[in-house]
């Protein structure tokens, strides 16, 4: 069973990671997807690591423990990567587009 949620989550959070530019519902999606495979796969260490950037440090950290973790971790790293960004432009949209008003007056 706990096999399964993982399996499922990943598959939600890189497929929500490669459409999160284009689409807000996708990104969305990734942003709940994170803590869903945290706290439903049962580690409650791992909830510390709601946040995208400790998430990506601890699936880096697993790398270190060997080949096996990489099929795991690579993916992982890099949607996690994707969703950081999308979460940093939807955040920082407004701000630029206020900023680029600001000087245009």
């Known amino acids: 069973m706990l096999e399964f949620i993982w399996v499922a989550c990943a598959a939600v959070i890189i497929s929500a990671a490669v459409r999160a530019k284009h689409s807000t519902q996708a990104a969305r999606t990734g942003r709940w997807a994170v803590p869903v495979l945290y706290l439903a ?38 949607a996690l990567s994707l969703l950081l960004r999308a979460e940093l432009q939807t955040r920082l949209a407004p701000v630029a587009r206020e900023m680029s008003h600001a000087r245009a007056a």
């Open 41 to 78: 796969a049962g580690a409650v260490v791992n909830a510390v690591l709601l946040e995208f950037a400790a998430a990506i440090a601890f699936h880096v950290a697993l790398l270190s423990l060997g080949w096996g973790f990489y099929l795991w971790s690579i993916p992982m790293i890099g």
